[in-house]
């Protein structure tokens, strides 16, 4: 039957065609305009701009294409409708090509011809049936058109051709549209006013104009209309001489350009200088220059060939002397100095390319640093003020900002439920006060903050965004220091991933795609442009004070002297991927985070110190605290053996991802307090190590006697299991491949001696059922709690907590349920006689709790625990060097925290 039908409609098309083709000769007309420039002059040329920018700049060309989606009708609209409303027949198809119009189906031609008021017939020819007419201008009216429309009985499609005609407008022109009334009070690049003065550089030379209007555009991106005040300047960079006589037709030219592209100059630009003879002290040598500026010490002359010379200020004449002390008291926009409100234009000129080649030899010797000083604090915890906004439960604590002096820190919140806004609050714990909280600008990105000068970066949300804005925390807002657009000229990718605020004004931006900038923020200067990879903000870290860049470029990390660009030294690598570099505080310690493994080197020789793997990596955030080194906020680890010595556990669900810093001694985390309605984030501290690490550091003493297996030693593999034997099979010999990868002799029992360890491989279904908690995804809040939090699908993740964590406590505790189940157990243990000296995983323990997948279920969980998990055991990776396990999850303790600091310390004895 479908094809059928095909052949149906083929058949209707083609005898279309025909009758088309047959009938075209006789009904078709020509009408050839002879004042259709006249006409044209008429209407704005509202394509010029996108004509004009499609030769010269690739985003102003797509942000003017994009800006005539609602076209205006132009002149060919106008002359097609009175053409057609005014014709005897009904016109069906018109063509236009320059100044012709082709219309059909036309019966009569000589009624057609004798239907023609609205303008003079200068010649016709019935035999070809083509005419030329000149159009009175008097009759390219909106009200007339209309008229001629409800004669012919179209209004309806008048209308849609025509929105505005209905307003009674007697032309249609752009340069008399309201303002754009979007909301855009508060945001980045919305300050512009009708009649300010901006600057905008194309082809790095400026050009200046007057700003007309301001909208919203697209992804959170501001738009600003601009007439250009020097159409002739513009004019000297087309290349096509149609293009340069529009725009002389024209007389000016009307475009839209993205907010950060722009400057607000404080006045309308002075005259750029004039050419000159510049000479020396002596008289004895001159020069016909241009001034261009100074840089530092010496005076930027451009010759008439294009060329630049810098000249010693000191050995100019005095007369040159005191025309540069004048140039630079001028508001000159050919100097990149601020505008309006602290603009400034970025200047690229003399900027220092880098190109890291990564070798092996090390001759860099880090300047030595002090040990970090436990930072003096009046308080240990401060409670953050609540945002604005009707649901408590969706303000996240995002980022935590601490001084490098561990004396204060700003808290970045969003509340996603009101409009997804950001705010600031900053915390002095010297003086024990938290300061009043600062909403940030809509849609904008908070890039950094330094808490001990109230400083804050930001750009906006647009994916595209390269305009950078310095803003101060004063009272209750953020007032303006500077902005810059920090794009690099010639850059393909555009879009700033992030950017770092660096000792002495300075500040580094980075892209995914682009380049890095290290910039004088001060003067927004481009000091030196980083050309390599770095895989945005992870494979970047700054060392303590700001200093030294570590950059994941190719074949190995490039260490970059922000103050002086020098390429100081490399650490080779051949890792795939970086989730994190982290350096120490005293400039010794590197550490690399790579999938599940971290690796430290030694800063002083180049050299790795430890390297360890595990399934204790999940994001790759390290700090080194004294020989130790804390693992994603959570787990502190001895690197050299390795050995997890303890865990820092949060006393509330909520907090997991406390945002943990290490500075001086002192740890710095969020935790999350109350109900999800009322509850209250806070920034607390405590000192690290503290007393109890410290003295299970002293019980443990030498960690060495803490490893029973070494890469060579000896061990005897065998299997406990109650599986199927293809299966048990298959789990020993994937456990035996592992030790083997790891460096350790597999023997036969038969070959053993008295240092062989037993290493066996359990898989097999517990001896009795436990009562575990599981989280219910399907339970309804209790009506009688009012902090009870319903979490939305897919809030809860994967979850397999000990037991001596406790209960789920938080607002999601109603969701645990009971269960009873006969878990399968599944591990890998080293043994001594009865004892077990080293286990991968602890069994399933009774009142452990458990939370389903995103789109998982209670159902999902009790089949996991009661099925053997033969892939973990398959996929196994075992340490380079086995040390003997601690009673507390591995490792040989616990602390519990919470907003007031050390909660309870936990180290598995007997109660």
Request: glycine content about 8%.
């Amino acid at each position: 039957m479908p094809s059928i039908h095909l052949s149906l409609f083929r058949c209707c098309l083609l005898a279309q065609l025909l009758l088309a083709l047959t009938e075209a000769p006789a009904q078709q007309v020509k009408v050839s305009i002879s004042n259709a420039d006249q006409i044209a002059a008429l209407f704005p040329d509202t394509s010029l701009p996108t004509d004009a920018f499609k030769e010269l700049d690739r985003e102003l060309f797509t942000t003017n294409f994009h800006n005539q989606g609602r076209r205006t009708p132009g002149a060919v609209d106008y002359v097609r409708a009175l053409i057609t409303y005014s014709a005897p027949d009904d016109i069906r198809n018109v063509q236009s090509k320059g100044t012709t119009f082709t219309l059909s189906p036309v019966a009569d031609y000589q009624a057609f011809v004798d239907a023609i008021d609205y303008g003079k017939v200068l010649e016709s020819n019935e035999a070809r049936r083509a005419l030329k007419i000149e159009i009175d201008p008097q009759e390219i009216d909106l009200d007339k058109l209309r008229d001629r429309a409800s004669t012919k009985g179209a209004l309806t499609q008048f209308d849609m051709r025509f929105p505005t005609a209905g307003e009674g407008q007697a032309t249609i022109s752009l340069r008399n549209r309201d303002r754009d009334e979007d909301d855009l009070e508060g945001r980045l690049g919305a300050d512009f006013e009708a009649g300010d003065h901006i600057e905008i550089v194309l082809n790095k030379k400026p050009l200046y104009g007057v700003a007309q209007r301001i909208k919203k555009g697209s992804f959170s991106s501001v738009l600003v209309e601009v007439k250009l005040s020097d159409l002739e300047s513009f004019a000297k960079k087309v290349r096509k001489r149609s293009l340069r006589t529009r725009l002389e037709r024209a007389g000016e030219l009307v475009f839209w350009a993205p907010a950060e592209r722009l400057r607000k100059l404080d006045g309308p630009p002075r005259a750029a200088h004039a050419e000159r003879t510049w000479s020396d002290t002596t008289g004895k040598y001159q020069v016909v220059a241009t001034y261009g500026g100074v840089e530092g010490d010496r005076v930027v002359l451009k010759k008439p060939n294009g060329k630049q010379t810098k000249v010693p200020l000191a050995k100019l004449s005095e007369a040159d002397r005191r025309y540069v002390q004048e140039a630079q008291g001028d508001s000159n926009p050919f100097v990149a100095s601020r505008g309006a409100g602290g603009s400034m234009r970025a200047d690229w000129s003399g900027v220092q390319t880098i190109r890291p080649r990564i070798s092996r030899k090390w001759k860099w010797a880090p300047p030595a640093l002090p040990k970090p000083e436990s930072p003096q604090v009046r308080v240990d915890s401060l409670d953050l003020s609540p945002t604005p906004g009707e649901s408590g439960h969706s303000e996240s604590l995002e980022r935590l900002f601490v001084a490098r002096d561990g004396r204060s820190a700003v808290a970045l919140l969003e509340q996603k439920a009101y409009q997804g806004r950001n705010y600031l609050q900053r915390l002095d714990f010297a003086a024990g006060d938290s300061e009043r909280i600062v909403e940030c600008p809509p849609d904008s990105v908070v890039l950094d903050v330094l808490p001990e000068e109230r400083l804050v970066l930001l750009r906006s949300e647009d994916r595209n965004a390269t305009r950078l804005y310095l803003k101060r925390m004063e009272s209750d807002e953020l007032k303006p220091v500077s902005d810059f657009n920090a794009d690099p000229p010639g850059s393909f990718h555009k879009g700033i991933d992030g950017a770092r605020l660096l000792s002495g004004g300075r500040l580094l931006t980075y892209g995914t795609l682009g380049d890095s900038v290290i910039w004088d923020g001060a003067r927004a200067k481009a000091l030196h442009r980083l050309k390599f990879e770095t895989r945005g903000g992870s494979g970047l870290e700054l060392g303590p004070q700001g200093r030294f860049l570590f950059a994941n470029a190719e074949g190995g990390i490039a260490i970059i002297d922000t103050e002086t660009g020098e390429h100081v030294a490399s650490i080779p690598h051949s890792l795939s991927s970086i989730k994190r570099i982290s350096v120490d505080r005293r400039l010794q310690r590197l550490a690399i985070a790579s999938g599940d493994m971290i690796i430290t080197i030694d800063l002083r020789t180049g050299e790795m110190i430890d390297g360890f793997s595990g399934g204790l990596v999940e994001k790759g955030e390290v700090d080194f605290i004294e020989d130790l080194l804390l693992v994603d906020d959570r787990y502190l680890v001895a690197p050299k053996y390795p050995l997890l010595l303890w865990q820092y556990v949060m006393a509330t669900s909520g907090s997991y991802d406390n945002l943990l810093t290490v500075h001086g001694g002192r740890m710095w985390y969020v935790a999350r307090t109350g109900g999800s309605i009322d509850g209250a984030w806070s920034v607390a501290s405590a000192e690290t190590p503290h007393t109890a690490i410290r003295d299970k550091l002293a019980e443990l003493g030498d960690l060495d006697e803490l490893v029973i297996l070494s890469p060579g030693d000896r061990v005897v593999v065998s299997a406990d299991t109650d599986l199927p034997a293809d299966q048990e099979t298959r789990v020993y010999d994937a456990v035996v491949s592992a030790f083997k990868q790891s460096g350790y002799l597999v023997v036969d029992e038969s070959a053993a001696d008295a240092s062989a360890k037993q290493a066996v491989v359990t898989c097999k279904r517990a001896a009795k059922p436990i009562e575990v908690l599981i989280a219910n995804p399907k339970a309804k809040p209790p009506a009688d709690n009012p902090q009870a939090f319903k979490p939305p699908r897919g809030f809860a993740v994967p979850s397999h907590r000990p037991a001596w964590f406790g209960a789920p406590g938080g607002s999601t505790n109603w969701m645990y349920e009971k269960h009873t189940v006969t878990p399968y157990n599944s591990s890998v243990t080293i043994r001594q006689g009865d004892s077990i000296l080293w286990s991968d995983r602890a069994e399933i323990q009774p009142g452990q709790s458990f939370s389903p997948t995103a789109k998982g279920s209670v159902q999902d969980v009790l089949n996991m625990l009661s099925k053997p998990d033969l892939k973990r055991l398959e996929e196994i990776v075992l340490p380079g060097r086995i040390c003997r396990s601690g009673p507390v999850g591995g490792g040989y303790g616990a602390t519990l925290l919470d907003a007031d600091g050390v909660l309870e310390d936990y180290l598995g004895e007997e109660e």
